[in-house]
């Protein structure tokens, strides 16, 4: 059954105010499949049907809608009440909620917001997009170093109520200065001993982030420590904030969404991509496709320029493989391009390993060059001209060198680029197969000068 078949009873819930009904309902489900099952219903009867379920419930169900619904019922509702229930998403949620909101209404919205909340969110908007800064959330549990065990877990239960996660508790000092942290379980196994100072059980060799720290770093770190949350510093280690595990997933998501798109030679969306404009698709995917173009005739100038040698009569059957040696090229090129932003991004390589590198991109291509120009060799034997054993081996010698070519330039170009500062994925794999096309048809015209005899 799908869930537009429940929306007529909801509806009719809420014309008879049904309130223990729409409770049950708010309360019986996973806040995902309760946000599921409202997907039909407009931005008034959304947040109606929240208004049934406690605060804590509410911000839960409401981070499982999409974007376009949470930026509906945002900017279509009362004023006063929106800006009461942004007081209560999570700092980090509510900022990029904001971000994404008219600024009209978001200039409508931040005098209403309760002013602790409002500067938070005016000090948390203040850092750079896409580093630690921008993504972490103020919510964490502070505990001081001196506090027994059996008060900490009395202080601890009075701000759980407030934060997004207490899987860590962090030890700050009275400036903030990150001191240590112990998780929640080393303070419950503790408890035996309740005058025991925490400080004599946290931990004080930390793994943090800098807050200027890009947020690709930030989930390499996650990832190699296998962190819930990791805290964020400043400059003087004063303890800003933290980012916890399910904000680091966004990170990825959206890091290999942009890679994927770059790969593509597309540049990033900054929506989904039913919500983006044909427009702006059109603008975002035609940027990359007239360098392309461009790229291409590069192609056909190179083709111009052997056009002389082609005509002659020994040369015509060389056009048959053209395709054959740019495709082949290319895809070879693509390939180490992958291999290689895709190591960078997981951070299996680094710049420093670019000899090792090389090394394996030359073996790779000498194994594949040698591999596909056998097989290229027996092909040509059927179309080139007598004496068809020698001509014939313009193929083979040309996919070696074309493939040796593209292994070594997809795999550099990209750490060229990182070298750069640049993102290593703008180096995507038709920008690549597009250099290989052209070094191809002057590799394959320069070996066909060198092997096969001239008419004067």
């Known amino acids: 059954m799908t869930n537009t078949l429940y929306l007529p009873e909801l509806r009719e819930m809420l014309a008879e105010n049904d309130a223990a009904t729409l409770s049950e309902f ?4 996973h806040p995902a499949r309760t946000a599921e099952f409202m997907e039909g219903l407009s931005a008034q009867e959304v947040w109606n049907v929240l208004q049934y379920a406690d605060v804590p419930l509410r911000v839960e169900v409401f981070g499982f809608f999409d974007r376009a619904k949470k930026i509906e019922i945002i900017e279509t509702l009362d004023r006063e009440a929106i800006a009461a229930f942004i007081g209560d998403l999570p700092p980090d949620d509510r900022v990029d909620l904001l971000n994404e909101v008219r600024p009209g209404i978001v200039g409508e919205l931040m005098p209403l917001i309760p002013t602790d909340e409002r500067r938070d969110i005016q000090r948390l908007s203040a850092y750079p997009e896409d580093t630690a ?4 959330t103020t919510q964490f549990a502070r505990l001081s170093e001196d506090l027994p065990v059996a008060q900490a877990v009395k202080e601890v239960g009075q701000q759980a109520g407030e934060l997004e996660t207490i899987y860590y508790l962090y030890v700050v000092d009275e400036e903030d200065h990150l001191r240590g942290l112990l998780s929640f379980r080393q303070l419950v196994t503790a408890m035996g001993k309740p005058d025991t100072p925490i400080g004599e059980l946290m931990e004080r060799d930390l793994v943090t982030v800098n ?3 890009d947020q690709e770093e930030v989930a390499d770190k996650v990832a190699r420590y296998n962190l819930l949350a990791i805290p964020v510093v400043d400059d003087e280690h004063r303890m800003l904030g933290i980012i916890t595990h399910d904000d680091v997933i966004d990170v990825v998501r959206e890091e290999a969404t942009e890679d994927a798109h770059r790969i593509a030679a597309v540049a990033p969306l900054e929506v989904g991509y039913l919500e983006t ?9 035609g940027i990359w496709l007239t360098v392309l173009f461009f790229a291409a005739m590069l192609t056909a100038l190179a083709l111009e320029e052997y056009k002389g040698d082609l005509m002659q009569p020994g040369y015509v059957w060389l056009m048959l493989f053209i395709p054959l040696v740019i495709s082949t090229g290319g895809n070879s ?3 180490s391009a992958t291999l290689i932003i895709t190591a960078l991004s997981t951070g299996d390589i680094k710049l420093q390993d670019w000899w090792r590198v090389v090394h394996r991109e030359l073996v790779m291509g000498l194994l594949l060059g040698s591999f596909l120009g056998s097989i290229g060799y027996f092909c040509a034997l059927l179309a080139a001209p007598a004496p068809a054993y020698l001509t014939a081996a313009v193929i083979p010698a040309t996919l070696l060198l074309v493939v040796l070519c593209g292994t070594l330039l997809g795999s550099l170009l990209p750490l060229l680029f990182r070298r750069l500062g640049l993102d290593p994925a703008m180096m995507s794999n038709p920008f690549v197969a597009g250099l290989i096309d052209v070094l191809g048809i002057v590799i394959y015209m320069q070996v066909a000068l060198q092997l096969l005899p001239t008419s004067d």
């Not at 404009?277 to 995917?285: D, E, F, I, V």
Request: proline share 0%.
């Open 133 to 136: 800064g921008a993504v972490m």
């Open 277 to 285: 404009h044909l427009l702006t698709l059109t603008r975002k995917r």
């Open 333 to 335: 090129g693509s390939q």
């Open 211 to 213: 807050v200027a720290e």
């Open 26 to 29: 708010c309360t019986a489900l």
